[in-house]
């Protein structure tokens, strides 16, 4: 059986901080990386859009010695119906890994079981995990060990903060979370994560002497229908200059990207000093790197 990557926590911790650490040691090595993908190669599917996510995952293949196909999923037979279980077989003959950014979890997990190669969620409705991946290698190059540490998450209870309470619970840092009614997150996912998150009135609580604050789109893709009704329930979920100053001097400021400047965070926040989002989207190569190998070699 494969292992597959659709959540975070599908990882241990342990196996999470040594691809973490992997990902860190590629990076310090850069010029003469290892090609242990020569011949190797990874079928990315996509039904929705992405930058990052296909751009790190075949550029990191492509340093590795190994080739990376983009297959947009309305292109492929999946758009004309073909089952996901039969697409899985297909793939698993040809390639040696799959990534998938698609709508739902479900299908993810019906490719998974279908599947004799590593699938790895490069997101959908429920999660982000290789997100994390690069979110967390960033906090500890920046800020060192996570044991002990408080990160904030502000705006919606959506995909990314799912697997920022995934992380908290794993890695054994608190997660406070400060999200409107009505845009929490999954229930069943928080009573896993028991008090390793805490659920916060308002955003200045969450954030009070907090050592990371990290924010998300309030609109995700698929949800462009219900953009007003959003933009007006967060609308006191700005992460702004003064809601900064709450958390600690040397807190930094993570966001997934793409951002949407004047609505979840303020120019002067994302652009400003505490600002690591250009290290954090960096890290989506290195680390997603680390989590080829670490599944391949598995
Ligand atoms: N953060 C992230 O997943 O970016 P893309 O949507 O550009 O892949
Ligand atoms: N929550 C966002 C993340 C984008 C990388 C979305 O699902 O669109």
């Known amino acids: ?70 297959l947009h999923g309305d292109a492929t037979q999946l758009g004309r119906n073909e089952p996901i279980a039969d697409t899985a077989r297909v793939l698993s003959r040809m390639v040696d890994a799959i990534m998938i950014r698609n709508d739902s979890h479900r299908d993810q997990q019906e490719l998974a079981r279908n599947a004799s190669v590593p699938v790895i969620n490069g997101l959908c409705n ?56 009505g845009f929490t997150p999954e229930a069943d996912l928080l009573a896993w994560a028991g008090n390793a998150v805490e659920s916060c009135a308002d955003a200045a609580s969450a954030v009070r002497d907090a050592d990371l604050v990290v924010t998300d789109t309030w609109t995700s893709m698929g949800q462009e229908k219900e953009e007003a009704q959003r933009l007006a329930a967060f609308a006191a979920y700005t992460v702004n200059a003064e809601l900064m100053a709450l958390a600690k001097p040397e807190a930094i400021f993570q966001h997934c990207l793409p951002a949407h400047r004047g609505e979840e965070v303020s120019a002067e926040v994302i652009d400003g000093p505490q600002s690591v989002i250009w290290d954090e989207a960096e890290n989506r190569l290195w680390a997603q790197m680390a989590l080829l190998e670490f599944l391949l070699a598995a």
Do not use: Y
């Open 1 to 70: 059986m494969p292992r597959h990557f659709l959540k975070l926590s599908d990882l241990s911790a342990a196996e999470i901080n040594r691809v973490i650490d992997r990902a860190r040691a590629l990076k310090a090595q850069k010029a003469a990386l290892p090609q242990p993908f020569a011949g190797k190669t990874l079928a990315m599917i996509f039904t929705k859009n992405s930058t990052r996510t296909r751009v790190s995952f075949e550029a990191g293949m492509a340093k590795l010695g190994g080739h990376a196909l983009f």
């Open 126 to 181: 429920l999660h982000h995990p290789c997100q994390l991946l690069a979110d967390l290698q960033t906090w500890i190059e920046h800020r060192g060990p996570l044991a002990g540490k408080t990160a904030a998450w502000v705006g919606d209870g959506n995909n990314v903060c799912h697997s920022w309470i995934e992380a908290a619970k794993l890695l054994g840092f608190k997660l406070r979370l400060a999200c409107p009614a």
